[in-house]
């Protein structure tokens, strides 16, 4: 069975109504992202960084997959799929893909903010006072701007593995993630489907469609199916 990568972001999320802050003003729903994405808004204001991803907990709570999530799962009848997502929602999960690596966190667990080895299942508001077992104060297990990647070799080595890359909804303007597409082998069929413009370096490697991520999904699954 051949190995099919999938390399997803916030666009196909967006199709299911969750906001996203690559429209390059450097806000995510009206906050300057590094006060609520890095360290150092998190030391500077830590009830607002608390507010703000309880925010977006609740709203996961009321959105669905969108057709584009279903049918990244419906490829795992035909090729040993893994998903690597930007996303922090569990959106490929609800829409029953089966193998999906969060490079970035993900937004239903917590983790102490002294060791983010220590994960909980966070479906609920997170407040202060609310405490890790070591007594720290629970953050969010997100990967925020400044923070290592801890499981980006993990990307690193399915993308070196995979006979497709599919990168879909992301333009990949946030490193380390826009540097996985270097890591594919000679052989490997990379294929795009973002309906922006896109200047990642792929050049004339990438089969490139420009259309959002449900419509491309709709355009390409036969044709992907034919490739197994």
């Known amino acids: 069975m051949k190995k099919l990568a999938i390399l997803s972001g916030a666009g196909i999320s967006a199709e299911s109504g969750i906001q996203t802050f690559r429209d390059g003003d450097g806000l995510w729903e009206n906050h300057n992202v590094m006060d609520v994405a ?11 960084v608390l507010e703000f991803y309880n925010q977006r907990r609740r709203q996961l709570h009321e959105v669905q997959p969108n057709k584009a999530h279903q049918l990244l799962a419906e490829l795992e009848k035909h090729f040993d799929v893994q998903v690597i997502t930007q996303n922090i929602d569990d959106l490929h999960e609800r829409a ?4 999906i690596l969060h490079i970035h966190g993900e937004l239903f667990k917590s983790c102490s903010c002294k060791n983010k080895d220590l994960i909980y299942d966070q479906k609920e508001d997170i407040n202060i006072g609310d405490k890790a077992e070591d007594g720290a104060q629970l953050r969010p297990f997100i990967v925020w701007f400044g923070e290592d990647v801890p499981l980006y070799q993990t990307a690193r080595e399915i993308v070196k593995e995979s006979d497709i890359l599919l ?3 992301t333009s990949l303007q946030v490193y380390p993630a826009a540097g996985l597409i270097h890591d594919i082998k000679d052989d490997c069929l990379l294929i795009v489907i973002n309906p922006n413009e ?3 370096g792929y050049g004339q490697r990438a089969v490139v469609m420009k259309e959002t991520a449900t419509r491309g999904m ?3 699954f036969d044709k992907l199916v034919n490739l197994a």
């Open 218 to 220: 709709e355009i390409l």
């Open 38 to 48: 890095s360290p150092e808004g998190w030391r500077k204001d830590s009830a607002l």
């Open 167 to 169: 990168v879909i909804g």
């Open 96 to 99: 029953g893909s089966t193998h």
């Open 198 to 200: 896109t200047g990642f």
